[in-house]
Structure formats: structure tokens, C-alpha cells
């Protein structure tokens, strides 16, 4: 299937690994321009590496800091000046720490929505304009399931990504009779470094080891295993296809069978 991503330029934070790496691989694949964006520039730059060896695409490396309004500035500033114009934006960043309410300050909320939410707006917010002047754009938000089924002890993520959703949402009505299309995309238990995080802190906590943490979160998944970063990376691409232009304001997850609701 030709996706039509040839020659467009996308944007993907929180690309050195991960999900949003496997993100970036998938869209370069595609014939994409991929600029990528993290903290830590030597990572960055051997995802961006990796990433043309294996596709033959061209990857673009900046680092910043999507909590920091100048850096999220100068990251947009940069791709257009590299590339003229940002066509897909893939808006993603690592979880805030995992707790229950009680455990929570001011500053750990304040902390969460800055990586979370505010990231989501502020790169949406820069990038739009020029998506609206060519008349077509993609974002994609990568959010995860507990917008759909909250995790008990994720309450931090779990607000701060549902109001990405909310946002997305009511920005897609907003935007789609202009060629622009907005939607989420919910990873369900996937085998990255943050997974294998929180399953070592699980594991701690209860004095278990974490592959008894990842097998008590297999058993509770349909598909009885945990995804694969590019398995998300699949459906991403395709929301950013030529192909997905009528779907907008959804909120899909890719979560091998996990969340029961009916929506």
C-alpha cells in the first residue's frame, strides 16, 4: 500500500527510543523526512543513525527539551529552516512518575502537565499555522490506554494524557475542513525501556523480580503478551497517510485486546 508519505516532513519527539523512535524508523521507511527530537544529543543521534541505515531516509537530529518553551521554539524553527515546512507532527514524551494521589505535590502535577500536556500544545500550536496556509497536516498524539482505562497507580499520566485527548478532540472539528486531521493513538503494554521501568519498580516494591511483573501483565492481556514498539508505529504511519484524510478526532488504541470498554 503506497501511504503517500514521500517527501512530506514529520516531526517526532521523544525519538531516541522507544515508541517514538520506532515512530520516526516507520515514517522514514515510508519515504518520509524525519527530524527527531530528545534531550540527550549523543542518543539522539545514534537513533538518527540507526535510522538511515535502515531505511535510507534522511533524519534529522535536534535536541531539546519539550518541556521548555524555547527549546520546543527553536526545535520547530529548525525543521522549518532545514526542510521549509513540518507536514506530520508526532507529539510524544515519557510518563511522569508513577504514585498515588496522596504521594503527589504541587510541583509533581505542575511537572506532569509541563511534559504531557503543554508539550502537546505548544508543538500543535507552532506547527499549525503553516499546516493550515498548505492545507493539509497530520497529528498524531501518542497518549496511551489509560486515557481509556485509567491505571491506578499512574494517576499523574493518566490526567495529564487525558486532557491531550480532550484538547485533540475539540482542535480536530476545529481543523478538518482545512485538509488537517488530528488524532491519538493509545499504546497499550509495549516493550520499551519505560515498561521495563515500571515493571523494576513494581518489582520492588513487592519484592517480586519484573519478569514476574511483566507476566502478571501478560496474563491480563488477550493477545497474552506485551506489543511491539512498531507495531504502534504501524497505525501512526497510517494516520499520517494520504489514506487516513477522513479520519479525525479518534482516539484508537493498540493494545492487544486490554481495555474492555465498548469505546
Known amino acids: 500500500m503506497d501511504l503517500g508519505l514521500k517527501d512530506k516532513v514529520a516531526l517526532v519527539a521523544a525519538a531516541s527510543k522507544g515508541l517514538g523512535k520506532a515512530a520516526a524508523q516507520e515514517l522514514a521507511q515510508e519515504g518520509a523526512k524525519v527530524a527527531i527530537a530528545a534531550r540527550h544529543q549523543e542518543e539522539l543521534e545514534a537513533a538518527a543513525e540507526e535510522i538511515r541505515r535502515a531505511t535510507g531516509g534522511e533524519v534529522l537530529a535536534i535536541a531539546a527539551d519539550v518541556t521548555r518553551r524555547a527549546d520546543v521554539e527553536s526545535l520547530v524553527h529548525a525543521v522549518e529552516e532545514h526542510w521549509g515546512r513540518i507536514d506530520i507532527l508526532v507529539n510524544n514524551a515519557g510518563g511522569p512518575r508513577p504514585g498515588l494521589f496522596a504521594e503527589m505535590t504541587d510541583q509533581d502535577w505542575l511537572d506532569a502537565l509541563q511534559l504531557n500536556l503543554l508539550s502537546a ?7 499549525l499555522p503553516g499546516m493550515r496556509r498548505r492545507r493539509w497536516g497530520r497529528i498524531i498524539n501518542i497518549t496511551s490506554v489509560a486515557v481509556k482505562q485509567p491505571m ?5 499520566s493518566n490526567t495529564a494524557r487525558a486532557g491531550v485527548v480532550a484538547m485533540a478532540k475539540t482542535l480536530a472539528g476545529q481543523v478538518a475542513a482545512e485538509g488537517i486531521t488530528v488524532n491519538n493513538v493509545c499504546p497499550g503494554y509495549t516493550l520499551t525501556e519505560r515498561m521495563r521501568n515500571l515493571a523494576a519498580a513494581g518489582a520492588q516494591a513487592e519484592g517480586i523480580s519484573p519478569e514476574e511483573v511483566i507476566a502478571r501483565w501478560e496474563r491480563t492481556i488477550p493477545a497474552g503478551r506485551l506489543g511491539r514498539p512498531e507495531e504502534l508505529a504501524a497505525l501512526i504511519a497510517f494516520l499520517a497517510s494520504e489514506r487516513a484524510a477522513y479520519i479525525t478526532g479518534t482516539t484508537i488504541q493498540v493494545d492487544g485486546g486490554w481495555v474492555q470498554s465498548l469505546l
Open 121 to 127: 500544545i505548544r508543538l500543535t500550536a507552532l506547527v
Open 152 to 156: 491506578p497507580n499512574l494517576i499523574l
